[in-house]
């Protein structure tokens, strides 16, 4: 059974920094892709950042610039390093990776994490 674990989030004021992290455990014989969406009260989930094994990554047009996405493939982990805040970043930020767990690829999710951007 694999588990994807998150830490970090809060509160912060606007300008500020967080940093997410995201561990997955378990039965795990590969991670492909890994990376975090946020949904806000109200709104659709959106993808905030990917990365591959390979060590590409791929951003929304909204945090380009400020967050930064990064993985340890040793250590099966996942962060974002999130500069810049601004209010509309409010959000539950849930991690996720794609892994081979045996004899096929699932995409597991973490519990979700709240971020919080005072104005």
């Known amino acids: 059974q694999v588990q994807l674990v998150e830490s970090g989030g809060g509160l912060v004021q606007a300008g500020g920094s967080l940093r997410l992290s995201c561990g997955a455990s378990g039965s795990i014989f590969s991670i492909n892709a890994m990376g975090w969406y946020r949904q806000a009260p109200g709104k659709q989930r959106e993808l905030v950042a990917t990365?591959?094994?390979?060590?590409?990554?791929n951003y929304a047009d909204s945090v380009k610039g400020r967050f930064t996405i990064s993985r340890d493939n040793a250590e099966n982990t996942v962060s974002l390093q999130m500069n810049s805040l601004k209010p509309e970043d409010t959000a539950v930020y849930y991690c996720?990776?794609?892994?081979?767990?045996?004899?096929?690829?699932?995409?597991?999710w973490g519990q979700g994490t709240q971020v919080t951007v005072s104005s």
């Open positions: 996720y990776a794609d892994i081979l767990d045996g004899s096929s690829w699932s995409r597991y």
């Open positions: 990365i591959i094994s390979g060590g590409s990554t």
